[in-house]
């Protein structure tokens, strides 16, 4: 069976950061699965291909929309009966179209190295169906384009780089804000009102910028987070696709004045 | 003037893996700018763009060649006025070219994000001639192709991803190691000697991937790394463009029989 499942990354929002072979690749897939539109995050990574590909593109595909569960999955404890049994449902659509010899394009926002439920869909196709070939096209994260857009390199030089989600506690995000050169912080839309405080407390409140939904039209990029100081406990408007960057050399501060809002390089015809 | 430098990320090797916006702007330029052949890694970003673009684009190019002096740059500190004399010379030849209005590409291997010496020619640029307009283009990291290609995520749920050079020492090193997740060790072939043995004391050197060339037609993926084990003081073969990838969940053990030693999508037409 020469039928394949791609887990493709879409990148963070315009559909020219999309690679050729993720473009060539949704371009062959005859079927296109997603999750349905009520799962954040992936309806948008649909819109993506939608305006990657033309509408005629479009028509001839045949979407096939997967009901996810939206509760989070942890990785050390097996999911709940029922989550594990939806999942391998949505499984069973794919695998149902795999076996009649149509490849599947499942695309993902951003890069599936990073946090991509993409993953998930691994998991579990290999364990139901572990004949199914499965291959995973790379994709531009949020955090590379937000360091293109604000020309600020991530790492360089002898820089130490973390990646984490600011859900942990005071305690270990403290540690690694110490201890690494960039920082950048995951999920920091529900956590505002402790972050904030904590990034004043460490003097770092000025090396870092908070960009949401980047490589959208609609991109924002903060470059004072000061603004929220004083305000625990309101609750903070910032978009669920919002990243926070710390930086301690070459800090956002001196470039502060190159930042611009946002970067539309001319579309591909 | 709107004569602009763009800074591209071009990927780890596979010139499908260049995004539609480098491919575009590539195009567009008239200049292509690049360190000469002698410097690593630059000749092999040239290389792609000759890939990913027809012989009669690439006659049609205007090539300068910038002569960067090999020498490390600190970035604390100012460096060596010859060094600096050369950087300026080299921007100089670019300016020159954005003076007469003709915008300039500067393709870089994998991601200007991460560890790309495009930035030492935005901050040597911004410098000597602050009007000139320079813009990145993310592109795809060796990380995330060397993660697609051996469908492991480099992290997920909440996962803490460490990227660090493997030339600190082995004190900060063990820190990270151990209080990390997911760790990429960049920059990995002078330090085979010590690195390995580190990884064995700590028990992760079973977790532990080496991947050469990633995305390049002679990628190889070593998932066995005990094979250095015992051999200190002899030179390792591995080459200039290696990466260590230790996980600890998820670990490669349980993906080694997936992994391919290669994973080349059918080129685009």
């Not at 949020?142 to 130490?160: E, I």
Request: aromatic share 6%.
């Amino acid at each position: 069976m020469s039928a394949t499942l791609y887990i493709i990354g879409v990148g963070p929002g315009d559909p020219d950061l999309l690679t050729v072979k993720a473009l060539t690749l949704l371009r062959q897939c005859p079927v296109i699965a997603t999750p349905t539109a009520s799962l954040k995050g992936h309806s948008t990574a649909l819109a993506i291909v939608r305006q990657a590909l033309s509408a005629k593109e479009m028509q001839e595909k045949e979407i096939v929309e997967l009901h996810f569960p939206m509760q989070k999955i942890h990785r050390d404890q097996e999911p709940e009966a029922e989550v594990l049994q939806a999942w391998q449902e949505a499984v069973q659509k794919i695998v149902a179209k795999l076996r009649q010899g149509k490849s599947v394009a499942f695309p993902t926002l951003g890069d599936p190295a990073i946090y991509s439920t993409g993953y998930y869909l691994y998991m579990t196709i290999t364990e139901i169906y572990p004949q199914a070939g499965v291959r995973f096209v790379p994709g531009i994260s949020a955090m590379s384009s937000c360091s293109a857009n604000t020309s600020a390199p991530l790492c360089l030089g002898d820089d130490m780089l973390a990646v984490i989600p600011a859900t942990f506690s005071d305690k270990r995000l403290r540690q690694v804000l110490e201890s690494f050169d960039t920082i950048v912080l995951m999920k920091v839309h529900k956590v505002m009102d402790t972050l904030i405080p904590l990034l004043h407390d460490l003097h770092l409140i000025e090396n870092a910028i908070l960009v949401e939904r980047v490589g959208m039209t609609d991109e924002r990029v903060m470059s004072d987070l000061t603004v929220f100081l004083g305000k625990e406990g309101q609750v903070q408007q910032v978009h669920y696709f919002s990243t926070i960057i710390v930086k301690k050399r070459d800090s956002f501060v001196r470039l502060r004045s190159k930042i611009t809002h946002t970067f539309l390089a001319p579309r591909t015809a």
